[in-house]
């Protein structure tokens, strides 16, 4: 079974930053691309990033390209989303699974409140 565990969130004031966490198990992990997404209270889901396999690709929506960065640490299973230069729509709660588009099943998710 696929498991997922996302960690990392928090408060913090707009332009602030914080480093999502994602540990996978149940998988090859190092065989599949990773994506985050998000939803905001009140809204869908929403696609925020993805990196390939290998981590030489890496894909972003317009609104958290040069903020957000992606990367992946195969060695220990694990997922990162450093966001810099946060805002309030950045409000979420951040999930990851695999693929470049994850349908789920999700896991807990992470919250990630930007507010002053």
């Known amino acids: 079974e696929v498991q997922l565990m996302e960690s990392g969130g928090g408060l913090v004031q707009p332009g602030g930053s914080l480093r999502l966490s994602c540990t996978a198990s149940g998988f090859t992990f190092e065989d599949y691309a990773m994506a985050w997404v998000r939803q905001a209270p009140g809204k869908g889901l929403e696609w925020v990033s993805a990196i390939a396999w290998n981590g030489l690709s890496t894909f972003y929506t317009e609104s958290m390209k040069g903020r957000f960065t992606i990367s992946r640490d195969n060695a220990k299973n694990t997922l990162y989303l450093e966001m810099n230069s946060l805002k309030p729509e950045d409000t979420a709660v951040y999930y990851c699974?695999?693929?470049?588009?994850?349908?789920?099943?999700w896991g807990q998710g992470t919250q990630v409140i930007v507010s002053s």
């Open positions: 699974n695999h693929g470049l588009v994850p349908q789920g099943p």
